[in-house]
């Protein structure tokens, strides 16, 4: 079945540090992809999204591009703050799927000042 | 009310127990989902529940997990004879029909212990 793999964490970063978090996923059909992200004691909010292939999907500095070719959503920010620690999830959708969200396994991402 | 309501936030329970978890959809809202998230696991996904549509199940991990949704609104995750590996943050999320799949909200969850 379709699935989404990301990178371990915890990820540990100085402020002002460029961060990558690396998502790959497998699926048979054509997924809209999204980058979910949850701060401490908070639930889960949508980052970003992109729904085709070459699409770039951004929001509060963030960005990933969807690449079909290397079935990949990666998650980068050039500048990161403390005020991003969180968790993050990439996940991705498909009509196959009924509706539903398949999620990866979470990345935890640390900003020290 | 404003967001998806989860109750309780918090629950201990002792290994063989049964637990019920709740979630209050957002009003209008005729989707619901459950998810787990454990650690080491991310965000498991359990059932979904799509208006008056059979719902889908076929993210429970055993039969000592079930989900009812009683008109159309509330939703109640039973686990029977709780075990340890159960411990798990339970989310619920809703969103309204033909909403697209980003327009989910979801609850803070329900940290389940089971010791």
């Known amino acids: 079945g379709d699935s989404v793999t990301q990178m371990e964490g915890p990820v540990t970063l100085s402020e002002e540090a460029f961060l990558t978090i690396n998502c790959t996923y497998t699926?048979?059909?054509?997924?809209?992809l999204f980058w979910y992200v949850q701060y401490p004691g908070e639930g889960l909010q949508l980052l970003l999204k992109a729904t085709k292939a070459d699409d770039k999907g951004s929001n509060k500095g963030f960005e990933a591009t969807y690449r079909k070719e290397t079935t990949s959503f990666h998650l980068e920010k050039g500048s990161v703050q403390v005020s991003d620690s969180a968790v993050y999830f990439c996940a991705l959708s498909d009509q196959n799927q009924g509706g539903k969200l398949i999620f990866g396994q979470g990345t935890e991402l640390s900003v020290k000042p | 009310g404003a967001g998806v309501s989860q109750s309780p936030s918090n629950k201990v329970t002792e290994k063989g127990k049964d637990v019920e978890l709740r979630c209050d959809p957002i009003?209008?809202?005729?989707?619901l989902y459950w998810y787990r998230q454990s650690l080491g696991q991310g965000l498991e996904f359990l059932i979904y529940?799509?208006?008056?549509?059979?719902?889908?199940k076929s993210g429970l991990p055993s039969d000592r997990f079930s989900a009812e949704r009683t008109g159309g609104s509330v939703s109640t995750l039973t686990i029977q004879r709780t075990q340890q590996e159960d411990s798990a943050v339970y989310l619920c999320?809703?969103?309204?029909?033909?909403?697209?799949?980003?327009?989910?909200?979801f609850g803070s969850g329900t940290q389940l212990s089971v010791l």
């Open positions: 529940f799509q208006g008056n549509s059979a719902p889908d």
């Open positions: 009003s209008g809202h005729t989707a």
């Open positions: 699926a048979t059909g054509y997924p809209s």
């Open positions: 999320a809703s969103r309204k029909a033909g909403a697209r799949l980003e327009k989910l909200f």
